[in-house]
Structures are given as C-alpha cells and as structure tokens.
C-alpha cells in the first residue's frame, strides 16, 4: 500500500516528504529520498474534470516528478526514459489504460515545451500526434464546457461580492 509522510508547503499545490519513499516495481527499486518536493500530477485546469490531481497514479508521479528534478538534469535518466518508468508504474498500479496513455502524452506534450526535457521528444511525435487526435473529440468539447462553467461561477462570485456585502 502506497501511503506517503508528507507535509503541505506553503503555496498549498507542493508537498515534502517527511520520509523516503521506497518505489518497488516488478524490475526496479527507486528512492524518494526524505525532503523531495511533490506536486503530484500536474494536471492543467482545463482537463480536470477528467484526470484529478490525485489516483492510482500518484505514486508514479512522485517518481516521475523526481526524475524530472533531480535525475534528468544529472544524467540518471532521459526525459523520454522517465516518461516511460511513469507510464510503466501506471501500469503496474492499475491504471487504465485510457489514463495512463492520456497522462503519457501530457508529459510528453510537457516535454516539448520544456528545454532540459526536450531532448529527443521527436521520437514520440508519431504517438502523442495519434493519441491527441484521437483524445480531442472527447476532451475538447467537455474542457470547453468546463471553461465555461467555471467563468459563469466567477461571474456570479463577483457578483454576490458586489451586491452581498
């Protein structure tokens, strides 16, 4: 069972961990060490509603955000490799499929626009191209209708402030 120590930071959206967290996979140990910060899965607001913050994948974003932090800029590992080891412990932890694949392509998406995780990113255009075309007609429609909705709660928020006070 996967239940990490951690403690909220300041900016409320990062947490440390309060002890190291021990990855075990089928073929791989990895070492969280005590005091690494987490965001978790960065998921955009608008894609929300469909991949929360938090799941069955929360172990592996601890491992990926790791990897991006501290082993991509060292050498340890590929930006495409981490994606990879991310996408493999989805796997493992029982993520579906559907999440996992979207959640692969965000971090390749990610990746491309990130300078130090760049490198090689071309190698995974034929597949995060296919998996966005074919992701777009269900998550555009609904992340539009989120956007909207969400713009006609802060609409009423301003609102109520101006004439509740």
């Not at 978790?40 to 955000?65: C, M, N, Q, R």
């Not at 692969?104 to 990130?114: K, L, P, S, T």
């Amino acid at each position: 069972m996967f239940d990490p120590a951690l403690s909220c930071q300041a900016d409320g959206v990062s947490f440390r961990l309060l002890a190291p967290n021990v990855y075990f996979g089928r073929s791989d140990r990895w070492i969280i060490p005590e005091g690494f910060v987490t965001d978790f899965a960065t998921i955009p607001a608008v894609v929300s509603w469909a991949i929360p913050k938090l799941g069955a994948y929360t172990e592996a974003a601890i491992v990926h955000d790791y990897f991006c932090s501290v082993g991509i800029g060292t050498g340890e590992i590929s930006a495409r490799d981490a994606d990879a080891v991310f996408r493999r412990i989805m796997r493992e932890r029982g993520v579906d499929l559907v999440t996992r694949w979207l959640m692969w392509v965000g971090v390749r998406w990610g990746a491309a626009f990130n300078s130090i995780r760049r490198p090689e990113w071309w190698k995974d255009i034929p597949a995060v191209l296919a998996l966005t075309v074919l992701a777009a007609p269900v998550v555009v429609p609904v992340s539009l209708l989120a956007v909207g909705g969400r713009l006609v709660l802060r609409a009423a928020s301003f609102v109520a402030r101006i004439f509740c006070r």
